[in-house]
């Protein structure tokens, strides 16, 4: 036995979600999982494990938990509040956590999605391949006050580490690459659609985002409906009221509503980070321009174990160390510390 994760409280919106389900998208399932895989990937940088080990997600607020083994917790994505027993917990990092001791995590100062992750990750079962909920489909549930989550076997070796992470929970800038509809809306609309500050709005979940401006709504030529057919993630749909919606990770398969475009992969997180009223522009780029973007997204996360630092670090293995000022000031053996 390995342990056992124990809820002692548990936000509105917990739930254990993984890379999600590949391949079922033609039976109507789509892939589900994390809304910011990137930070399972920064999880899993901090605890030298596979990226595919399913994690806690935490929508805006966590909860308080309890191990009864010793293990080694990682923590990423929206910044939240967290304390050991009391102790304030550095986000983006590592830290041991001992049987008994309690890890309370609270709201996200920054973001919308959190993410607990422990050592060997956890070893509930696994439905269709993967051990993730997917809501919309009826697959899981959200984790409950007193449930108790079984811990896969690890190695104990990774508390004390930090991750800078990338820059997502601030919105900026999103790279949008033409859909099959784009060209059904007119070039003014695709410009003005670039030019608009959006904001995202309270209307907004794992299956899709609304995005809210001061601008008129959008509209593609020859109305609203198009022949119901395949969507993906990333999706931009422009609904009845003319409001763009970006659709998440638990979206539908099919669709009739006309796309503007779609976000590139390597964005989504920052979407699906951005808190209510966060500000985001889109910007139209070429197929071409997209692949080199994802390429390079993929090799920054291949990057990611190497950029682990040790959270305390000895001054021995700085090899920089003569440029921090170690010094604040100078006094003298000899002078008179009373002296006028």
């Given at each position: 036995m390995t342990g056992t994760l124990i809820l002692l409280e548990a936000g509105p919106a917990l739930s254990l979600q993984d890379m999600g389900r590949q391949g079922y998208l033609a039976y109507g399932l789509t892939r589900g999982g994390a809304a910011d895989r990137l930070a399972l990937h920064e999880g899993a940088a901090l605890l030298s494990q596979s990226p595919?080990?399913?994690?806690?997600?935490?929508?805006?607020?966590?909860?308080?938990?309890?191990?009864?083994?010793?293990?080694?917790?990682?923590?990423t994505g929206a910044e939240m509040t967290a304390t050991l027993d009391g102790a304030?917990?550095?986000?983006?990092?590592?830290?041991?956590?001992?049987?008994?001791a309690r890890l309370r995590i609270g709201g996200a100062?920054?973001?919308?999605?959190?993410?607990?992750?422990?050592?060997?990750?956890?070893d509930t079962p696994e439905i269709m391949g993967a051990r993730s909920s997917?809501?919309?489909?009826?697959?899981?549930?959200?984790?409950?006050?007193g449930e108790r989550l079984p811990l896969g076997a690890a190695t104990l070796d990774r508390a004390g580490y930090l991750l800078a992470p990338e820059d997502r929970l601030s919105g900026g800038e999103i790279r949008v690459m033409p859909s099959i509809q784009t060209s059904q809306f007119t070039a003014d609309t695709r410009d003005r659609f670039a030019r608009t500050e959006f904001h995202r709005d309270a209307r907004g979940n794992r299956q899709g985002i609304r995005m809210a401006s001061e601008a008129a709504g959008f509209s593609a030529r020859g109305g609203l409906s198009i022949l119901s057919e395949v969507i993906t993630e990333g999706d931009i749909q422009i609904t009845g009221d003319g409001?763009?919606?970006?659709?998440?990770?638990?979206?539908?398969?099919?669709?009739g509503y006309p796309r503007i475009g779609t976000v590139i992969p390597c964005?989504?997180?920052?979407?699906?980070?951005?808190?209510?009223?966060?500000a985001l522009r889109f910007r139209f780029v070429t197929l071409a321009e997209a692949r080199v973007l994802e390429q390079r997204a993929r090799a920054e996360i291949k990057a990611l174990p190497g950029r682990v630092q040790p959270l305390v670090r000895d001054p021995k293995d700085i090899s920089d160390l003569l440029s921090y000022q170690l010094v604040s000031g100078a006094v003298s053996a000899t002078a008179d510390p009373y002296a006028p």
């Open positions: 595919t080990l399913a994690a806690i997600e935490m929508v805006g607020l966590g909860g308080r938990f309890e191990v009864t083994h010793d293990t080694v917790i990682a923590l304030s917990l550095r986000w983006n990092a590592s830290h041991a956590l001992p049987a008994g100062r920054q973001g919308t999605y959190g993410y607990l992750h422990v050592a060997g990750g956890f997917h809501l919309t489909a009826g697959i899981g549930a959200l984790l409950q006050k409001a763009p919606y970006v659709l998440m990770c638990e979206c539908q398969t099919t669709g964005d989504l997180p920052r979407v699906a980070q951005a808190a209510v009223g966060t």
